[in-house]
């Protein structure tokens, strides 16, 4: 059974760009989750999507936004980037909402020139 | 809003000794799970516990959870090199539809033969 995937792995971008990540759920998993983990802030929560509705958001700028798609795929955006945006973005998916642990994917590594 | 504290946040260790890694957590929660991260990887799930009292065990690394304390517990029994990682304590939180994790900022452990 396939892990969760993330695209793309490593991801250089410069201030002001935008960028989206996507992330590929466990089959059969419904929930996907987005995290940020950087050194100074550990891992911080983005939002958690259940069916293609946005259901729990953290304390980010608009500037993060995302979705979900009928087959659970899930993308991420973010929209004029800023150094501080340089970090992990983890996914995560679970087999419901608020069920079992979650599994996570690889990560994106985004790094902001 | 919810804090979770992780202590020690850095633990080194001799090969063959014993240790406890501490989660403390600041309102009541459904669940809490712990995460062991390797360095350039993703989180690997330990551990879910679901109730206080509850006790799960592993190889050489045992959780506990005490719900009226908010405390849990990773005790790490006659260390070994391969548990060398960064370990996670993550609380849920639920309701309302939404669905949530806190992560500690994790603890460091080295363990040196």
New interface residues.
């Given amino acids: 059974k396939a892990g969760v995937t993330q695209t793309p792995r490593y991801l250089i971008k410069t201030r002001g760009q935008q960028v989206t990540l996507s992330c590929s759920p466990i089959s059969g998993h419904r929930s996907v989750s987005w995290y940020q983990q950087t050194p100074g802030q550990g891992l911080q929560f983005l939002f958690e999507y259940f069916s293609e509705t946005q259901r729990n958001k953290g304390n980010f700028p608009g500037r993060f936004s995302g979705r979900q798609f009928s087959n659970s795929r899930s993308e991420m955006n973010v929209s004029t980037l800023e150094l501080g945006d340089s970090a992990l973005y983890l996914c995560a998916s679970s087999l419901e909402q608020g069920g079992q642990p979650q599994h996570f994917g690889d990560g994106t590594r985004l790094s902001i020139l | 809003e919810l804090k979770v504290e992780q202590n020690p946040l850095f633990l080194s260790m001799q090969e063959g000794k014993n240790y406890t890694i501490y989660c403390n957590y600041s309102t009541t929660s459904?669940r809490l799970?712990w995460?062991r991260q390797d360095p350039g990887?993703?989180?690997?799930?330990l551990f879910?516990l679901l109730s206080n009292g509850a006790v799960k065990q592993e190889g050489r690394l045992m959780a506990s959870l005490d719900t009226k304390a908010r405390l849990s517990t990773l005790h790490i029994t006659a260390a070994v090199h391969d548990l060398s990682a960064t370990y996670?304590c993550?609380v849920?939180h639920?309701g309302a539809?939404?669905?949530?994790?806190?992560?500690?900022?994790?603890t460091k452990l080295s363990v040196i033969p």
């Fill in positions: 459904d799970y995460y990887k993703s989180l690997e799930s879910v996670f993550a849920c639920s539809g939404s669905y949530q994790l806190t992560f500690g900022k994790g």
